[in-house]
Each structure stands twice: as structure tokens, then as C-alpha cells.
């Protein structure tokens, strides 16, 4: 041992190397497969670098205290003999094999300044893997089966997950994709949206459609599913009620303001005179030019078009398990439709910008009151998509 300390403290002050200090750190720090790692590293890079030796001694010594340390570790809990260390026994001899992957490209690695191979002994670790795997794999089948006998949805959504983890080790193990699936489904909150209509309004069918159909709103979720239609063989937890209570519309207006518009506007030059009327000359004796103005104006008729519609009512969480109202949020909006048209009477050079593009502009016919619905309902949309965002299904 003391002859090995002597090659790697010289390997170090030979090559300076920062990696050779940082893995004598994680050794000392107990973190020996990090250590490896880099090591491993160091040696694919360029194994006939000068360098080299100090690397694979390194690995040599990390490699010998993982193992060790796991072997220690997995003899203690095989002693203690509980079910629950079925997990950890899996992954320690799983690690243990995973561990000499690593290494088996590189060896065998030969030590050149010690004139002999590294020691890193290869070990079949199969069977301690496959008798803790199927052990472990036991444990899980019956932690799957105990959980789904609770027979309550968070309960069936651990489950899942433990399955999941058996087809991970074990794609096939037992019946544990039927089982999978069988806890997705009743880990499932089913919930069932609908729409209630309290005012004195016919709702477009489109716009039934459009606001029950959940898959618009972007709400996926591993664990909730939204229907606007009963299904069989489906017991519903939830209900979510869109309930409206107020569909005004406005009456259609029409209102008309007229405006004066004056403007100075260039209409040439000409040359400048003194009070005698001769022209005026600058320094040069050039004659001097001065604008000329003139000052027009125009009358505008600008009328315009309104109608809106109001959107009143609530949106109801309710449960229907124990047949009761769990939340409940307001929901509301207003759309307004306005147009506007102009019309003038004089010089149109004194029209502002906004006069020219209104003047452009021609009289309209108003939207009936579902065109205005379906306008309101994109803010109803996402209205709503905010408070399904906000508030969960589950308190």
C-alpha cells in the first residue's frame, strides 16, 4: 500500500494534473464511482499518455472500495432480512455489475511504471442479481396488489407507479401491464362538464360545442379526463358546471357627431415685395421667395354603429360522489361591436388622417345575436380556461 501512495504522489507532482487531485478528493469523500468515472475517462482519452499510470492506480483504489463498501453494505441487509430492503439489495448487485460494464472495454489495463496489470477483478454477479430482482419484483407485485385493494383513487394512482416500476425491471412480469392499466383507469378522475342555460337566451348549438369541448383549453392531464357526453362503463367523481345566468344584448345604435376642420395649407410661392411693391433681393442679389397659404375647411359627419352583449354566470365544481357543490366562480364577459363611417361636405384637403380612412368606410349590417355570442364566447374560453388552470378539481 505504501508503494502504491509513493507512484500516485509522484504521478501527481510529475503531471500537475487537476483531474488526479479532484479524484483524490472523491476518494477521500467516499464518492468513488465519481472518481471512476473520471478516471475511466481520462484513460479512453489517450492511453499512452505519460499521464496514464497515475489514472488507472487511481481507478485501481476507487474501484476496490466501491465493491467493498457494497459488499459490506449488501451482507448487512441480508442479515437484517427485511422486505422492505428488497429494493436497495436489487440496485446494490444490479450497480455491482453495471459498475464492471464500465470497466471491461479498457482492461486489461497495464501499469507500466509497476511493470504488472491493474487489479480489477471481474465478478459474475448474475445470480445475486437475478434472486434480488425477483424478489424485489415479489415486493412490488404485492405493495401493487395492497394499494389497489384500498380501493380509494389515490391509492390506485401509487399503484400505478409501483407497477410501472416492475415493468421497467420486468417487462413482462406477470399480468403487471393489465395492472397497470386497470389502476390508470381507476387512478382516473372522470369528469363530467355540462352546460345549464338560466336566462332567456337560445344558446347556439356551436357555441355549446365549442365551450364544452376541453380538448381546445389545452388542460391535458395524466390523471383527469373531460366529457361532455356519458360514457358506459365510466363512474363519473366530478362535474363541472358552466351555468349561465345573463345574456343581455344591447339595442343597435346608431349615433351620428358632426365636426369642423380647418387646416393652413401651402398652396405655392411668390416673390417677396417691399411696401412699393418692388421685389426684394437677398445678399447676393437673388430675388427672395416666400410661401403662400391658404386657408381651408371641411365639414365631417362621423357616424357610428354599436351593439354588445353581456355574458353573465358561474362556473361550478361540483362532486358527485357525495352529490354536493364544491366550488364556485364567477364568470363574465362583454363584447361590443362598434363601427364607424364618415361622410363631408367641403374641401377634403382639411380632413384629418382618421377622417380619410372613416370616409373610405360604408354602412354595415349589425350582427344578430348568436354572431355576437360566438364573438363573446372566445373571452368566455378563456375566462374559463383560467379557472380550470387555477383551481383544481381535487382541494
Known amino acids: 500500500m505504501k508503494k502504491l501512495w509513493v507512484y500516485l504522489i509522484l504521478g501527481f507532482l510529475l503531471t500537475g494534473c487537476n483531474s488526479v487531485k479532484r479524484n483524490q478528493k472523491f476518494i477521500s469523500q467516499g464518492n468513488y464511482d465519481k472518481a471512476i468515472e473520471i478516471a475511466v475517462k481520462k484513460i479512453q482519452k489517450n492511453r499512452n499518455s505519460d499521464k496514464v499510470d497515475t489514472h488507472i492506480l487511481l481507478l485501481e483504489e476507487a474501484f476496490k472500495k466501491a465493491v467493498n463498501e457494497d459488499l459490506q453494505h449488501i451482507a448487512f441487509l441480508e442479515k437484517d432480512n427485511k422486505i422492505f430492503h428488497t429494493r436497495e439489495l436489487y440496485y446494490l448487485n444490479y450497480g455491482l455489475e453495471e459498475r464492471q460494464t464500465l470497466l471491461r472495454p479498457l482492461l486489461p489495463l497495464y501499469i507500466g511504471s509497476l511493470g504488472r496489470n491493474a487489479k480489477l477483478p471481474i465478478v459474475d454477479y448474475s445470480d445475486q442479481i437475478l434472486e434480488s430482482r425477483n424478489e424485489y419484483l415479489t415486493f412490488l407485485y404485492d405493495e401493487g396488489h395492497r394499494l389497489m385493494s384500498h ?110 376642420r380647418e387646416k393652413e395649407i401651402k398652396t405655392g410661392w411668390e416673390y417677396k415685395r417691399d411696401r412699393n411693391g418692388n421685389i426684394v433681393h437677398d445678399d447676393n442679389g437673388d430675388p427672395i421667395k416666400i410661401d403662400t397659404y391658404e386657408t381651408v375647411s371641411a365639414d365631417i359627419i362621423i357616424t357610428t354603429q354599436t351593439k354588445s352583449v353581456f355574458v353573465g354566470g358561474d362556473v361550478i365544481y361540483r362532486d358527485l360522489q357525495k352529490n354536493r357543490d364544491m366550488n364556485r366562480h364567477p364568470l363574465a364577459s362583454e363584447f361590443i361591436f362598434e363601427h364607424a363611417f364618415a361622410t363631408y361636405y367641403g374641401d377634403k384637403r382639411a380632413l384629418t388622417d382618421q377622417d380619410r380612412i372613416l370616409i373610405v368606410n360604408r354602412f354595415v349590417h349589425f350582427p344578430n345575436d348568436a354572431q355576437m355570442l360566438l364573438d363573446a364566447a372566445e373571452d368566455v374560453k378563456l375566462q374559463l380556461k383560467e379557472i380550470l388552470k387555477d383551481h383544481s378539481i381535487r382541494p
Request: net charge negative; charged share 25%.
Open 151 to 260: 380501493d380509494n383513487t389515490m391509492d390506485y394512482r401509487k399503484a400505478y407507479t409501483v407497477y410501472c416500476e416492475i415493468i421497467d425491471i420486468h417487462p413482462n412480469y406477470k399480468d403487471s401491464k393489465r395492472l397497470m392499466d386497470d389502476s390508470h383507469f381507476l387512478g382516473t378522475d372522470f369528469i363530467m362538464v355540462s352546460l345549464q342555460n338560466d336566462t332567456f337566451q337560445i344558446i347556439p348549438y356551436q357555441l355549446e360545442r365549442d365551450l364544452l369541448n376541453f380538448n381546445t383549453y389545452g388542460l391535458d392531464d395524466f390523471w383527469t379526463e373531460y366529457h361532455s357526453e356519458l360514457q358506459n362503463g365510466i363512474q363519473y367523481n366530478f362535474e363541472i358546471l358552466l351555468n349561465f345566468r345573463t345574456i343581455d344584448f344591447s339595442p343597435e345604435r346608431i349615433s351620428e357627431k358632426e365636426y369642423h
